[in-house]
Antibody, heavy 117, light 107 residues
Framework: EVQLVESGGGLVQPGGSLRLSCAAS????????MHWVRQTTGKGLEWVST???????YYPGSVKGRFTISRENAKNSLYLQMNSLRAEDTAVFFC???????????WGQGTLVTVSS | DIQMTQSPSSLSASVGDRVTITCRAS??????LHWYQQKPGKAPKLLIY???GLQSGVPSRFSGSGSGTDFTLTISSLQPEDFATYYC?????????FGGGTKVEIK
């Protein structure tokens, strides 16, 4: 059974940092592009970052320079280091797996990040 | 960035109804278009990939069509478990972008 389990969310002050983790099982992690997607009530679903199987990374302008995606294939794990957090980063963060130019077939249950003083 | 516009934003339908949701891209995306279903408190679930491919395990009452800028998700006979929010997503160019969602409610 495919499982993606996120952890590391919580309450953080503006300007603070947080590191999200995603533990994968049930599929060949190293063969999949991995992604972070966030969801807010107001802005819906928003892509946050992608890391390819070769370690290539992609970010939208809204998080570039503040967020860093990484993966550790030996541990079947995906990470998102988030720095300089802002109130508008408040969202449920999902990790997902799928081809960079395809549909995202596997999703975690999400972890809530709240940025507030 | 490519904008994805879904319509309607919500609809009311009865069990057994045929339901159609549309998604329009702000520029041509070939068939790099995918559909997801999301229920409250859950992650999105991939239903259709590459505009018309049925994801493994998804019931055949779900189908997708279209190419270029206009796409359609059809549920041929709405079932009680289909009441949810549906999203389209393009992966033609970076950043991948999602539509605003269509909430399917019980009539």
């Amino acid at each position: 059974e495919v499982q993606l389990v996120e952890s590391g969310g919580g309450l953080v002050q503006p300007g603070g940092s947080l590191r999200l983790s995603c533990a994968a099982s049930g599929f060949t992690f190293s063969s999949y592009d991995m992604h972070w997607v966030r969801q807010t009530t107001g802005k819906g679903l928003e892509w946050v970052s992608t890391i390819g199987t070769a370690g290539d990374t992609y970010y939208p302008g809204s998080v570039k320079g503040r967020f860093t995606i990484s993966r550790e294939n030996a541990k079947n794990s995906l990470y998102l280091q988030m720095n300089s957090l802002r109130a508008e980063d408040t969202a449920v963060f999902f990790c997902a797996a799928g081809p960079r130019r395809g549909g995202l077939a596997f999703w975690g249950q999400g972890t809530l990040v709240t940025v507030s003083s | 960035d490519i904008q994805m516009t879904q319509s309607p934003s919500s609809l009311s339908a009865s069990v057994g109804d045929r339901v159609t949701i549309t998604c329009r891209a702000s520029q041509s995306i070939s068939t790099y278009l995918h559909w997801y279903q999301q229920k409250p408190g859950k992650a999105p679930k991939l239903l259709i990939y590459a505009a018309s491919g049925l994801q493994s395990g998804v019931p055949s009452r779900f189908s997708g069509s279209g190419s270029g800028t206009d796409f359609t998700l059809t549920i041929s006979s709405l079932q009680p478990e289909d009441f949810a929010t549906y999203y389209c997503q393009q992966s033609y160019s970076t950043p991948p972008t999602f539509g605003g969602g269509t909430k399917v409610e019980i009539k």
